[in-house]
């Protein structure tokens, strides 16, 4: 399962920016999704998360700021992000956990794709 993260870019503080991620493969389900956000110098970190059943979790950093959302007919996550600070910087990541089908033998199988990165600029 490959995903296609986008939506960064550059935008004053204050000011808001939506991810979308796409996810494409064949016979796949996806159970869990998530944004993380690796800043310059700095360890990946979790932003967001939200299960098929609609569990959420955040940061706390982000709490009343970000909203993380799915739509699973169209295969793909968003992170709305509002009130955007400088310390939001980062290059942005999905992530998405589930399984595929191999159909000709019904096999099933675990994956975890990671996309490419998205970079979110925060001027002060």
């Known amino acids: 399962v490959q995903l296609q993260a986008s939506g960064g870019g550059l935008v004053q503080a204050g000011g808001s920016l939506r991810l979308s991620c796409l996810a494409s493969?064949?016979?796949?389900?996806?159970?869990?999704v998530a944004w993380y956000r690796q800043a310059p110098g700095k360890q990946r970190e979790l932003v967001a998360g939200?299960?098929?059943?609609?569990?959420?979790t955040y940061a706390d950093s982000v709490k009343g700021r970000f909203t993380i959302s799915r739509d699973n007919a169209k295969n793909t996550m968003y992170l709305q992000m509002n009130s955007l600070k400088p310390e939001d910087t980062a290059v942005y990541y999905c992530?998405?956990?589930?399984?595929?089908?191999?159909?000709?033998?019904?096999?099933?199988?675990?994956?975890?794709?990671w996309g490419q990165g998205t970079l979110v600029t925060v001027s002060s």
């Open positions: 939200i299960t098929r059943g609609g569990t959420v």
């Open positions: 493969g064949r016979h796949f389900s996806i159970n869990a």
């Open positions: 992530n998405a956990e589930g399984f595929q089908i191999d159909i000709p033998t019904a096999r099933s199988s675990d994956f975890n794709s």
